[in-house]
Every structure is written in C-alpha cells, then in structure tokens.
C-alpha cells in the first residue's frame, strides 16, 4: 500500500466531529470518502487536504489535542535524567518512561521522591546493560554531556567515540534500537570544534541505522517558558520505519517573570516561599543600585571599574553580570547559581538572588515536584534542567509522529488481510 489512509473513527478524531457527522458530510458532497471493497469508508490524505483548504491534515498549525493523546501506550527510555525535567515534559505528553538512568545521588533521590513508580538506576551509565529492552522501547530520550573527540588517524565510527558520554547513548540506541531518539545539549554544540563534534555525532547514528534531522536549536521563550534560554535538539528515526516527526513550531505568545513568580497564565498562585542564597555585604550594595532590568552599565562609572575589574576593558556587552531581572521581561538563562559573578539574577524588587522555588518556576517545575539535597545542590539540579515546558512541546511532537505511523501500520495490516 503506497498511499496513507484515514478511517472513518480516525479521521473523526483528527477534525474533532463526530462519525454521524462524517457521514453526512459524505452523503452531501461536504467532505467525500474513499469506499474500499467491502465498503469501508476512508479518507485520503489528498481529500483532507482539499478539505483544511489545501494544508495537510499534519501540517496544520492549529490543531485539535486528539493528535497529540498517545493513541497506545508508547515507552521511553531516560538518560542522563538530572532532576526530572526533559523526563516530566514527556510524561506530560502521555508517554510512559520504562527506565531512567542517573549518576548524581541526589537528583535520583529527587526523581524517586516525586515519582515513586519510576525505574530509576542510579549510577553511572557505562555499567548498565540495555539489550533486555530491545523492541520495547518508542524513544530514548536524554541530555548527554558534551565531551570533545580525539581526531588524530581516526575514522570518528562508533567505536572511535568510546569513553565518552556520547558513546554510552549511542550504544544504549544501538542495544535497544528505538523508534525514535531524542537527544538535547547546550547550543554551543553547533560551533564545537567548527561544528565536527556534531556532524560526528550524527554520522555515528548514521551508522546505527537511523536518520537524523537537521539539528534545531530551540528558544525555550517560545515555548511557554518565561526563560531566555536555548537549547540543541537532535531527532533520529529509524531507517527501516516511516515516521514523519517535525519539531514543534514557536508560538509567539512570550512569557515574562511576572508569569512565572505570580498567579496568572502558568500558575494559579504566587510563588511559594522556599530557601535562597544571599549576597555578600560588597555585592549587596552593587546589587542595590540595578535597577529592574538594568545591570552594570547602570552603576557609576567609578563603580563600574571598581566591580568589573579588567572586564570593564574588555569588549562585548556583558549584559548578565550584575543583572536585575524585570517583572515584564523573560529571565536570562538561568545558571548552578544565581549569586555567581557574572551570572547574576537577582529579583526585580527584593536585592537577593531568585529562591530555589522561583528557579524552579521560571524553570516550569510544577510546584509539587520537590528537591532533594543542599540548597546549592538543588540549585544545581534545577540549573542544568531542560524547562519542562519546552521538553514537552518536543515531546508531543513525538506523540503525534508516533500515533500518525501506529495509525497508518494498522490500516495497512488491516487492508493487506
């Protein structure tokens, strides 16, 4: 079968009306089926799309919530799981996480408090056998660390990555042999090494037999989060299936702070009280000076000198050194810690850095998912953490790809009997 087919309850689903009103819309001429042998009704592609006005019924910009429900269940694989929030974006998605994988104690302990359910194996990753997962899992998903490769008289083949946190994905891929893999890094990974550790990377799962998609840095800011903060996302199918997976197009509604510490679109109610870290005496009087969305530049200049040191020579903007983030801006990319030099976010009214829970928040945590560990460690945690938000935009784009191929597998079993 060449052609992909819709049936009557599916296509129902997918325009969001009900099949007696499908069959009207046949009788009428409104929207037409294809009748099969045995006279079962089906839509084409090609009447869908005459019928959206020329968009395919995929494609389409504005679109009911029926495609993005998991129409079975779909398991993953988590790697390098952190604190849970590339893993809390696909569970929003409705996808059903098998086994995630950490080395860090603490966010394991994170990961089992909140989600008791979750298979978690703490440790690190290199010990684990994953071959008993083979054709069990939907995706493997994960943010593995970017190590740089050693080129001299190598071929860069799957094997010349060993020892590196690259290769325990790409050999966790290789052993379970998913449908999809999702893979997510900081964006400076395109211009690493002029950009011969990613091609490298996507060479390798080449080889693994997969097709990888033009890498996408995505703006988290588009995605529902109230965070300047961008990450790499690389998306490979298996060669031997047809799986169409688009990467999840930006909304141009953008957060600000105010949406993440107050009640309003993303919350119900303001931001909890939890723990925070506190200025030194010398930062605290700098800091006192910023005003709501002002930094450095704002200072006097004998202060400007006196704060930045052989900085305040040097060219570039340095725009997040001595930062005071606005209410009705976006925060910059949040760091490990909110006090550091340079890297400072400092709360737009109260002189003192964001608290964990409003890191957590701008961060898109749900407020009952908490941490464990140190108050820096949990900054740590969160810090490193993909926003949940955007996690899940990635993922829900995996759910339809996933439903379209479960559907169209189906109908041709069903049509081939």
């Known amino acids: 079968m060449t052609q992909s087919v819709y049936s009557l309850d599916e296509t129902a689903k997918l325009l969001s009306v009900s099949k007696e009103t499908l069959r009207r819309w ?5 929207l037409k089926s294809t009748r099969l042998p045995n006279n079962y009704r089906v839509y084409t592609p090609e009447t869908l799309k005459a019928y959206t006005g020329g968009v395919g019924i995929f494609d389409m910009e504005v679109m009911d919530e029926h495609h993005y429900s998991p129409i079975k269940p779909y398991k993953t ?9 590339l893993a809390l974006g696909l569970e929003k998605a409705g996808l059903e996480c098998a086994l995630l994988n950490e080395v860090n104690k603490w966010a394991c302990k994170t990961l089992k408090r909140n989600r008791p359910d979750w298979q978690v194996a703490e440790g690190d990753i290199a010990n684990i056998d994953f071959s008993s ?19 001299a008289g190598k071929k860069l083949g799957f094997e010349d990555t060993r020892g590196t946190l690259f290769y325990e994905f790409s050999r966790a891929v290789k052993e379970v042999q998913p449908k999809l893999f999702i ?32 890498p996408k840095v995505l703006k988290a800011i588009h995605y529902q989060v109230p ?11 298996r060669k031997d299936l047809k799986i169409h997976y688009q990467y999840p197009k930006p909304s141009d509604d953008i957060l600000v702070l105010a949406d993440a510490l107050k009640a309003g679109k993303l919350y119900p109610t303001d931001v909890p009280d939890s723990a925070g870290q506190r200025y030194p005496e010398s930062k605290q009087k700098i800091m006192e000076r910023i005003p709501p969305g002002g930094y450095w530049r704002d200072l006097p200049e004998p202060l400007q000198k006196d704060y930045m040191k052989k900085s305040f020579y040097l060219g570039g903007g340095k725009t997040g050194m001595a930062r005071r ?5 976006p925060c910059l990319t949040l760091t490990t810690s909110p006090a550091q030099k340079q890297t400072e976010r400092c709360h737009p009214d109260e002189t003192r850095p964001f608290t964990t ?20 460690e949990i900054y740590r945690q969160i810090g490193n953490a993909v926003p949940v938000n955007l996690a899940y935009a990635v993922a829900k784009e995996a759910v339809r790809a996933l439903n379209r191929h479960t559907i169209e597998q189906e109908i041709s079993q069903r049509f081939a009997s």
């Open 357 to 376: 829970r409003e890191y957590a928040r701008i961060q898109t945590f749900p407020d009952d998912w908490m941490f464990e560990g140190s108050m820096n």
């Open 133 to 151: 997962f083979l054709g069990q899992i939907d995706i493997i998903s994960g943010g593995f660390p970017c190590q740089a490769f050693s080129y």
């Open 227 to 237: 965070q300047k903060r961008e990450r790499l996302f690389l998306v490979g199918i």
């Open 26 to 30: 046949d009788k009428n001429g409104k």
């Open 325 to 329: 983030i606005a209410w009705d801006e």
């Open 77 to 85: 694989i988590e790697l390098f799981a952190g604190a849970g929030g």
């Open 183 to 214: 893979a997510e890094n900081v964006r400076g990974l395109v211009s690493h090494d002029k950009g011969r550790t990613l091609k490298t990377m996507v060479d390798v799962m080449e080889t693994l037999n997969y097709k990888v998609l033009p």
